[in-house]
């Protein structure tokens, strides 16, 4: 039989039962032989009780201090009962083995991770951390139970384990080490914890600093001589009297124009990427007066493209942002429903506040769609569905990108609904203003 399904049968109450009784028949044999029944009686009852109590004792004394060594001074008639409490002893021996050999595997496994890794509760308290993170964060064990918050002390961080609708991750700069980047991710773990895993990407920071400020350089660069070129062209194909092909000074001037608007657009796109936008520069939007000015703006672009553009607008509708920057991105939207919208076809421009206090401005065309497998690149620098349609219309490939780090910038979302040969829908969502 395996040791696990061994039962052990008590005896005690028979040995004690017979044990009284011999006490009892020898007392009244002693009694009536002394002519004391009663008093040998007592004897024999007080002697049972005090043999009754000593064992106990023993047994007490056995349990409270229980060991391999006990089993040999067990009282005998116990002995079913220290079997099995000697049997349960060594299943609990054996499960505490087990499970000392798994956490000191889990300790090794979580030491061994290069990401620094912490527990923490819903109060954002800390539980646990492991030894990446006494390097990277310098916790210490006194900081378990403590704020989170206290023990890293950085807006963005803040910002991010206390908003309601958090991102997967959040980059800062360690405050430890100020040319530390950290990336955080945030997973949610058994009932009410988190595991929070930070990762040193200062390696991968500097090399996108490195590719932006090359992007900027050379876009500084490229800039000067074609503004010469572009100037000269210019000059040229209003007073050509020494009489070149105008055909040829048409498509100078058309493709210099084109890297004029690309190396612009590049600058553009790195000025949004690498800095924030100062506080004395936010203002109130009034968003009526956005789209008002987009529309007639875009009045002969989409006159050309016999495009009808319609609006609606809930009424005095604001955000806090930056007049031209949000301007930028609007138009970038309603330049793309019209370049790549088929002729005759309606644009549809809409500014409402969602039932949660949101802004939310959108423009739906009814043009070529775009497949599913390429909505999550469209804003992308350079990602471009259809790389003929978008230069033939003089399109950079990075309107897109440049309207969602406009967006970043205000705090706010892009969204993008879109079927082939159905339409799109862009929308750009706000923050409750508070
Ligand atoms: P581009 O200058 O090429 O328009 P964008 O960054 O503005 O660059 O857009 C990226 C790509 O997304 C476009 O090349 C196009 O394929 C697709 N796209 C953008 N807007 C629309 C739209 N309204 N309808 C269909 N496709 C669109």
Known sequence: ????????????????ALYFAILIILSLVIGALLNNIAYSL??????????????????????????????DNYPKKNENLILQINKNYEDLLSISDKFYALEKRFKELSDSMPDAAVVIDKKLNTEWFNEA???????????????????????????????KERDFYVYFTSPQNYNMTIQCFIVPYA?????????????????????QDFVANVSHELK??????????ETISVDNSMGFDKKIIDEMLKQAK?????????????????????????????????????VTSFDKKSKINKNEIKFSISNKLYIRGVYEEIYSAFSNLVNNAIMYSEKGTNIEIQCKSSANGEIVF?????????????????????????????????????????????????????????????????????????
Do not use: W
């Open 42 to 71: 007592i004897i024999a009852l007080f002697i049972f009780v005090l043999k009754i109590l000593y064992e106990n004792y023993k047994l007490e004394k056995i349990i409270l201090n229980f060991d391999n060594k006990s089993l």
């Open 224 to 233: 000067t001589p074609l503004t010469v070129l572009f100037g000269y062209l």
């Open 258 to 294: 084109r890297m004029d608007t690309l190396i612009s657009d590049l600058l553009k796109l790195t000025k949004l990427q690498t800095t924030n936008i100062p506080d004395k520069k936010f203002s109130i939007i009034n968003l009526e007066e956005i789209i008002n000015e987009l």
């Open 133 to 163: 993170a006494r390097k990277m964060l310098s916790f210490e064990e006194i900081d378990i139970g403590r704020p989170i918050l206290h023990l890293i002390r950085n807006p963005h961080f803040t910002d991010f384990l206390n908003s």
């Open 1 to 16: 039989m395996k040791k696990k399904d061994r039962k052990f049968k008590s005896f005690s109450f028979i040995f004690d």
């Open 362 to 434: 959108s423009v739906k065309d009814y043009g070529v769609g775009i497949p599913p497998e390429d909505i999550d690149r469209i804003t992308e620098r350079f990602y471009r569905v259809d790389k003929g349609r978008s230069r033939e219309q003089g399109g950079t490939g990075l309107g897109l990108s440049i309207v969602k780090h406009i967006l970043i910038r205000h705090g706010a979302r892009l969204e993008v609904s879109s079927e082939p040969d159905v339409g799109s829908q862009f929308t750009c969502i706000f923050p409750k203003a508070n």
């Open 191 to 211: 009932e009410d914890k988190f595991l929070l895993t930070f990762r040193d990407v200062s390696q991968l920071d500097k090399i996108d600093k490195m590719r």
